[in-house]
């Protein structure tokens, strides 16, 4: 069964910096596009950062130069460094294996979506 567990959220100052784990399965981890989500109330779940197995990043406009993805493949974990960040990047933040080209903005992803990880930034 695959199995995908975000950590790393909380609440945070506009300005700070929090860094994002999740763990996935090993058999889909090492092969796979995986890709950070993000979810607001009300509105659908975007794709905001994805890293491919090779390693090349692609981001979202809004956290281009402020968040950083990287993977450990031998530890089957996907991180997501969050940088100067703003209270419109407040969302719950998920992770997930990404389906075809990973275009940011977009929701599709695989597998069933793990709890996320609440990120709240306050002004």
């Known amino acids: 069964q695959v199995q995908l567990v975000e950590s790393g959220g909380g609440l945070v100052q506009a300005g700070g910096s929090l860094r994002l784990s999740c763990a996935a399965s090993?058999?889909?981890?090492?092969?796979?596009?995986m890709g950070w989500y993000r979810q607001v109330p009300g509105k659908q779940r975007d794709l905001v950062a994805a890293i491919t197995s090779g390693g090349t990043t692609n981001y979202a406009d809004s956290v281009k130069g402020r968040f950083s993805i990287s993977r450990d493949n031998a530890k089957n974990t996907v991180y997501l460094q969050m940088n100067s960040l703003k209270p419109e990047d407040t969302a719950v933040y998920y992770c997930n294996v990404v389906v075809g080209i990973p275009i940011p903005g977009t929701s599709r992803a695989r597998y069933d979506w793990g709890q996320g990880t609440q990120v709240t930034v306050s002004s």
């Open positions: 090993g058999s889909i981890f090492r092969i796979n596009t």
